[in-house]
T-cell receptor
Framework: GAVVSQHPSRVICKSGTSVKIECRSLDFQATTMFWYRQFPKQSLMLMATSNEGSKATYEQGVEKDKFLINHASLTLSTLTVTSAHPEDSSFYIC????????????FGPGTRLTVL | DAKTTQPPSMDCAEGRAANLPCNHSTISGNEYVYWYRQIHSQGPQYIIHGLKNNETNEMASLIITEDRKSSTLILPHATLRDTAVYYCIGSGNEKLTFGTGTRLTIIP
């Protein structure tokens, strides 16, 4: 099956700093990538949809200036959490799809962010 | 996305078939039924999806009722590694809306 990686797997940072998370599709070209956030004991919440070469589409309530998404190539999307605060501590998960109608999404292993 | 309803939890004996139900009575004609699972602290794993016909792959079988209002995911011979939260999602576009899923526990 298709493989999606994320880096780093976990990160601890100080409040006010920015953190960049990478999402890569290793063996296929992903037209579309998604970013999710999952708080403890809760389900995944979609944050934004990212298409290669265009601006990301953010879900309602997600601040685009705080969560910067760049999808520079068909195999790489990055999420930067700017000026992180403790309430941004969460499990961030990306997924990728070929972008054809009805295609499944392949998920990365997730990145656990802890903001002190 | 179609609203789906799943039981919050289920147990299944190791080696037996695990049958996970999902109701999606408002699903529209162009919406697929997707099943994913999430093992603790990992990213979700795709299992199977279908539109109208029953589907089978190396992981599971998906049985969709003729009226498409419900479906059942079948894990034919459950192992301890199948313990996870299973999500049933109806979607006609690329977006997936995750509900609370079913927490499946495989009992030794």
């Amino acid at each position: 099956g298709a493989v999606v990686s994320q880096h780093p797997s976990r990160v601890i940072c100080k409040s006010g700093t920015s953190v960049k998370i990478e999402c890569r599709s290793l063996d296929f070209q992903a037209t579309t990538m998604f970013w999710y956030r999952q708080f403890p004991k809760q389900s995944l919440m979609l944050m934004a949809t990212s298409n290669e070469g265009s601006k990301a589409t953010y879900e309602q309530g997600v601040e685009k200036d705080k969560f910067l998404i760049n999808h520079a190539s068909l195999t790489l999307s990055t999420l930067t959490v700017t000026s992180a605060h403790p309430e941004d501590s969460s499990f961030y998960i990306c997924s990728a799809t070929l972008g054809r109608g009805g295609d499944e999404q392949f998920f990365g292993p997730g990145t656990r962010l802890t903001v002190l | 996305d179609a609203k789906t309803t799943q039981p919050p939890s289920m147990d299944c004996a190791e080696g037996r078939a695990a049958n996970l139900p999902c109701n999606h009575s408002t699903i529209s004609g162009n919406e697929y039924v997707y099943w994913y699972r999430q093992i603790h602290s990992q990213g979700p794993q795709y299992i199977i999806h279908g539109l109208k016909n029953n589907e089978t792959n190396e992981m599971a079988s998906l049985i969709i009722t003729e009226d498409r209002k419900s479906s059942t995911l079948i894990l034919p011979h459950a192992t301890l590694r199948d313990t996870a939260v299973y999500y049933c999602i109806g979607s006609g576009n690329e977006k997936l809306t995750f509900g609370t899923g079913t927490r499946l526990t495989i009992i030794p």
